[in-house]
């Protein structure tokens, strides 16, 4: 982002203002050398639009490899404590507009090309255990090198189970929602080890309503590890059944004859989304 400092005046009812920059000086393919100085932004606006040109004095090159402009308009003077706050405002006094001078075009916030971005559980309240006991939260999960989330199981009936239920909350991730919108695919990763092998061991996927699916689906109840040997297993999440505010949610089960107990070494998750094009070494380039 340019800072935009020095005089401004009006002319002809355009709004000049003048700054200084320090340009790259480094010659080009043809020889010519940038020179520091001042510049002029122009500004104008009728009933309907708001109109910038943008004059760089001081750049006598013809190479305009990898070169854009940006611009962000903050029209009623808002203040932001952090990037997830300015997000919310978007359309709502505040805008923002990339534009790729090399190929005279809009720059677009998200390519063709699909990446892979590992999230985490980050909240203790999205880890909701129905029955046993969790010992651990999400930092162990989230960094866990550290530690381990451990589960003893409660006798219920006849026999020992667990219950817990996770309902993480995407917008911790991406704040803004065509962020969401470019996710493509969803994985849980998910390591365990009991400290005896016992009889059953599921991940249940809700459904996008916030409700069970019947548990004898197998599109959304998944067998897992029931073994006293730790498997690392990596399963997909539909994303058919995030609900309406964007909630992953789902259950990890497990009961057996005897008392028993689960390490939860890894909890993460692998995010297949669009690319989004960096302009340099700005992460959050949304165009309107």
Known sequence: MLLLMGLSMKMNGVLLIDFYLDVDNTPDYNGKINIDGENVLYVG????????ALDLCGDRSDNETSEWIGVWL??????????????????????????????????EYYSEDIGLYTQ???????????YGTVDGGADFLQYWWTGDVNITSETVGAGDIYWVNFSVDLSKWYPYPDEINAIQKIQIRVGTEHSVVINEHKLILWNSDGTLPPLNDPQQVISLNDQNSYLLELHDYG?????????????LFANNSASFKTRLDRL???????????????????LL
């Open 45 to 52: 606006e009728d009933l309907n639009n708001l109109y910038l």
């Open 74 to 107: 903050n029209t009623v003077n808002r203040t932001f404590d952090n990037y997830f706050d300015w997000v919310t405002f978007f359309d709502n006094g505040v805008e923002t507009l990339l534009h790729d001078v090399e190929e005279n075009q809009p720059w």
């Open 120 to 130: 985490y559980i980050s909240d203790d309240t999205e880890i909701i255990p129905t």
């Open 239 to 251: 994303l058919a059944n995030l609900t309406v505010d964007n909630k992953l949610q789902f259950s």
């Open 268 to 286: 993460d998750f692998n995010v297949y989304r669009n690319h989004t094009n960096w302009a340099d070494k700005l992460r959050f380039p949304i």
